[in-house]
C-alpha cells in the first residue's frame, strides 16, 4: 500500500449503498494506506466502515462520526502461485472474474455476491455454493486504537454470516486459492450467477438477504421460507416491499425511504414470530445516529 498522505474529511457525503436511499455521512474519508487508516481511527472518536454499502441501511437523518470508505485501498499483490494480498476496498465480483480467468479457484462460488473483500470478510458472505472464509490465510486489520495487527485463519471465529471481527477496520487479507482450469471455473462460475439471477430479485434496490436463516431444532431453516409462510411476501410498507420473488428481499421504492425498510423488517420480524415463535435475526447492518 502507499505511504501515508493527509486524508481529506469530506462533509454531508452521499453513503453509496444498495438499497438506493438512506440519509448522507456527516464526515467521510477516503484514506488509500494502513497508516492513514490508523491515523484516522486514532484521533477520531466514532468511526464507521464502509465497504460496497451491499449489507448496509443508513436511517434518512444520515449518520454521525466519521465513516471511512475503503474503496481506494484496492491494490492486489501476488504473494505466490497461490496466494494474492488483496486490500480491503477491491471489489469481489471484479475480484472473482480475475482470479477464474487465472485459474484461481475458491472464490467462484460466491459470484453475483455485490460486496468489497473487506465486507466480505467481515459478514462471512457465501450461500450454497460456499463462504469466503474458506480462501482466507490471514487478515490484516486496524484496531480502534490504531495498532495494526496480522491475524491468522485459525485464530478467526468464522460462522454463518459472521466473521466474529470486532471493532477493527479489516484493512487487507491474504486469501489462498486451488489451481484450477479457467474454462472449468467460469463454467461452474455460470452457473452459480444464473442460479442467483433465477431465485433472487437481483435488479431491484435492496441488501440480499434481509434476516439470517435462523436455527430452528438444531437445524439452519430459511428465513425467507418462513417469511413466505407467515404471508408476508408483496407485503407493503411506505415505500418499501417485501419481494415477491424471494421473501428474504426487502426491496425499497426508487427515491423511497430508509425508515419504510427499518419498520417493515421490524412487522416482518414480529408477524414470523407470532405465527412460527421463530425469533429472527437481521443480516442488514442499520446505521442510525448515536448508535
Ligand atoms: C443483490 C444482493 C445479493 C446479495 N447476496 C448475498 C449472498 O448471496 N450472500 C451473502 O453473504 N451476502 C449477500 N448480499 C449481502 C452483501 O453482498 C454481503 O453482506 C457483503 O459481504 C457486504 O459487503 P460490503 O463490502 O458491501 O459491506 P457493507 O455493506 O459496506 O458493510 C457491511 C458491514 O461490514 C462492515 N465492514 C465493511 N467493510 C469492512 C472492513 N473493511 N472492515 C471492517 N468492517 C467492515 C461495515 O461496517 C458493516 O457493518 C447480497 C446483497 C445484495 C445487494
Not at 63 to 90: K, W
Not at 212 to 241: F, M, W
Amino acid at each position: 500500500m502507499n505511504t501515508a498522505t493527509t486524508t481529506p474529511i469530506e462533509r454531508n457525503a452521499a453513503i453509496p449503498t444498495w438499497f438506493g436511499a438512506g440519509g448522507t455521512a456527516d464526515a467521510l474519508a477516503r484514506p488509500t494506506c494502513i497508516d492513514e487508516i490508523a491515523r484516522l481511527v486514532r484521533t477520531h472518536e466514532t468511526v464507521r466502515i464502509l465497504g460496497d454499502g451491499a449489507n448496509l441501511l443508513v436511517d434518512d437523518d444520515g449518520i454521525d462520526g466519521l465513516v471511512v470508505s475503503l474503496e481506494n485501498c484496492n491494490t492486489i499483490e501476488r504473494v505466490d502461485e497461490t496466494t494474492l494480498r488483496i486490500g480491503a476496498g477491491v471489489n469481489l465480483p471484479k475480484l472473482i472474474i480475475e482470479t477464474v480467468k487465472l485459474g484461481l479457484g475458491g472464490l467462484e462460488g460466491l459470484g453475483g455476491i455485490p460486496a468489497t473483500v473487506g465486507g466480505a470478510i467481515a459478514m462471512n458472505a457465501g450461500g450454497a455454493y460456499g463462504e469466503i472464509a474458506s480462501c482466507v490465510h490471514t487478515v490484516r486489520v486496524v484496531r480502534m486504537d490504531g495498532e495494526v495487527h496480522t491475524i491468522n485463519r485459525d485464530a478467526i471465529d468464522f460462522g454463518y454470516r459472521r466473521s466474529g471481527l470486532r471493532d477493527v477496520v479489516i484493512a487487507e487479507a491474504d486469501l489462498v486459492f486451488t489451481q484450477g482450469d479457467p474454462a472449468a471455473l467460469r463454467d461452474r462460475l455460470k452457473e452459480v450467477m444464473a442460479y442467483k439471477k433465477r431465485t433472487q430479485p437481483m435488479a431491484d434496490n435492496s441488501a440480499g438477504c434481509a434476516f439470517k436463516n435462523p436455527t430452528v431444532n438444531g437445524e439452519r431453516t430459511s428465513a425467507g421460507a418462513l417469511i413466505d409462510r407467515s404471508g408476508c411476501k408483496g407485503l407493503r410498507h411506505g415505500s418499501a416491499v417485501v419481494s415477491d420473488k424471494h421473501a428474504n428481499f426487502i426491496l425499497i421504492d426508487q427515491g423511497g425511504k430508509a425508515r419504510d425498510a427499518i419498520e417493515l423488517m421490524d412487522i416482518v420480524k414480529q408477524r414470523v414470530h407470532e405465527s412460527h415463535g421463530v425469533a429472527i435475526e437481521r443480516e442488514v447492518v442499520i446505521w442510525r445516529r448515536g448508535q
